[in-house]
């Protein structure tokens, strides 16, 4: 089991800068896959980036490369989204998630275990 806390979300403005982090606990994370998924009301979950185990690798969404940097800290068991030039659609619920596999790194179904996410607000 491992388990996933994300904290740092908070009300932000337009353009701002903020980082996310996600702790994890349980069972050795560094040889997981973690992404990073949002969900604002009334749409659905959507994948926002990802990083493997040795975070060599990297995924975006197209709605946020170039905007958001993924990475982990193996020796802290932390992986942080740090997220600039925030925009108004940013906002949602931020989740990370966690995968002892390589399944596809898009898809919510791939993740095993999920914390309980955290808010992030942009005002415009």
């Known amino acids: 089991q491992v388990q996933l806390v994300e904290t740092g979300g908070k009300l932000v403005q337009a353009g701002d800068s903020l980082r996310l982090s996600c702790a994890a606990s349980?069972?050795?994370?560094?040889?997981?896959?973690v992404g990073w998924f949002r969900q604002a009301p009334g749409k659905e979950r959507e994948f926002v980036a990802g990083?493997?185990?040795?975070?060599?690798?990297?995924w975006y969404s197209s709605s946020v490369k170039g905007r958001f940097t993924i990475s982990r800290d193996n020796d802290k068991n932390i992986v942080y989204l740090q997220m600039n030039s925030l925009k108004p659609e940013d906002a949602a619920v931020y989740y990370c998630?966690?995968?002892?596999?390589?399944?596809?790194?898009?898809?919510?179904?791939?993740?095993?275990?999920w914390g309980q996410g955290t808010p992030v607000t942009v005002s415009s």
């Open positions: 998630a966690a995968q002892s596999g390589m399944r596809n790194v898009y898809l919510a179904e791939s993740y095993d275990y």
């Open positions: 349980g069972r050795p994370f560094s040889s997981y896959v």
């Open positions: 990083i493997i185990w040795s975070g060599a690798d990297t």
